[in-house]
């Protein structure tokens, strides 16, 4: 498992690299909610942010996708530094989000939320006309639609599904459009037993070339869908590992257990 020192000695990034960190920070005045954070994601890899509370996760993913712009530091997608490039134009590129709070629009049904979201990248889409059947945005949404497992629910407003079914279409609505890398912040909260089993599956079926980084304070789903994992704490990046390394990690479930102080 490595260091934070091993961490930070890393070599120039690599061409695989879906997503590089270097020496990132954010400081609001004098709190500084993530400090001097550095470690890549590459392409196709499934990577856990785990930490307890107040120690910085949310507001890393918010530099990450340029909801925050960076204090310090790099943040580069497919080999590109975006630090200074809109959350607009990070979205063009491949860069999806899910939130803690749900952004889906309750009053419409399940099918015209996915065909927003995949109206919202696709070209044209300020066009006024209305799509026929086989227009490729309809085709996309009901694509997704059987993806996310919710055909059977397409056409209820969504205010009339369970908690779990919107965490679904929440990563649905985040897989318009093909992304490269989605930032998933903590889909299992909230849900029942049935509910995160689904969202085990669902995040196990996604294409093995698409990248994702999931904060999750359930250990028992987040160690069972990653490949790596990263352990922040204070706003830092504490250590860095395979599943197995930081569950059987002594100082990690100290953290876990409220021994260690948070930010």
């Given amino acids: 498992m490595a260091s934070v020192a091993d961490l930070t000695k890393r070599e120039a990034p ?38 307890a509370n107040g120690a910085g996760k949310t507001t890393l993913f918010n530099v990450i996708t340029g909801d925050y712009v960076a204090t310090a530091g790099r943040v580069r997608f497919f080999g590109d530094d975006v630090t200074m490039v809109p959350a607009h134009e990070r979205i063009r590129a491949g860069l999806r989000r899910t939130y803690q709070s749900s952004q889906l629009f309750r009053d419409l049904t399940v099918r015209d939320n996915l065909f927003l979201a995949v109206r919202g990248v696709a070209r044209g889409r300020f066009s006024f006309l209305r799509p026929g059947r086989s227009n490729p945005t309809r085709v996309a949404a009901e694509s997704l639609l059987e993806r996310v497992r919710l055909a059977d629910v397409g056409d209820e407003p969504v205010a009339s599904l369970s908690h779990g079914q919107q965490r679904q279409l929440e990563i ?28 085990v599956l669902l995040l196990r079926a996604l294409p093995a070339h698409m990248s994702f980084i999931l904060i999750e304070h359930d250990l028992e789903i987040a160690l069972r869908v990653v490949d790596r994992v990263s352990v922040m704490h204070n706003g830092r990046l504490l250590k860095e590992g395979t599943p197995q390394d930081i569950e059987n990690d002594a100082e990690v479930q100290e953290i876990y257990m409220g021994r260690v102080g948070h930010a």
Avoid: C, N, Q, T
């Fill in 14 to 51: 690599a061409a695989a690299d879906a997503l590089r960190l270097e020496g990132v920070s954010r400081h609001f005045g004098a709190l500084k909610a993530v400090e001097d954070v550095s470690f890549s994601v590459a392409a196709g890899e499934r990577r856990a942010v785990i930490g």
């Fill in 172 to 199: 649905g609505m985040a897989l318009a459009g093909a992304p490269r890398l989605i930032l998933l912040d903590e889909p299992a909260a909230g849900l029942s037993p049935v509910e995160r089993r689904e969202l």
